[in-house]
Nanobody, 121 residues
Framework: QVQLVESGGGLVQAGGSLRLSCAATGTIFSINAMGWYRQAPGKQREVVATITSIGTTNYADSVKGRFTISRDNAKNTVYLQMNSLKPEDTAVYYC???????????????WGQGTQVTVSS
């Protein structure tokens, strides 16, 4: 059974940094795009950053220049380095990955359980 296991959330003061990790575990044939999303209380889930299998990245305007997404394909892991954090970055952060379980299977989206990031002012 495939799971996305997240770690690295927590409480940090404004201006601080955190690094999130998300590892895909289980029997996996391939992983396509991976990404990070977040959902603040009372708001819809929004995309933060995405990265393709060859390393092409995209960022939400609100995090450009502060957040960096990266991945280690050998470890089936995606990271999100968050610098210069602001109170408005407070949310539950979820990782996402498009995964194929076998060469004959179609790609399906998988989600992590979410990790809380709280930025105090």
């Amino acid at each position: 059974q495939v799971q996305l296991v997240e770690s690295g959330g927590g409480l940090v003061q404004a201006g601080g940094s955190l690094r999130l990790s998300c590892a895909a575990t289980g029997t996996i044939f391939s992983i396509n795009a991976m990404g990070w999303y977040r959902q603040a209380p009372g708001k819809q889930r929004e995309v933060v950053a995405t990265i393709t299998s060859i390393g092409t990245t995209n960022y939400a305007d609100s995090v450009k220049g502060r957040f960096t997404i990266s991945r280690d394909n050998a470890k089936n892991t995606v990271y999100l380095q968050m610098n210069s954090l602001k109170p408005e970055d407070t949310a539950v952060y979820y990782c996402n990955a498009g995964i194929r379980l076998a060469y004959y299977r179609r790609e399906s989206p998988y989600w992590g359980q979410g990790t809380q990031v709280t930025v105090s002012s």
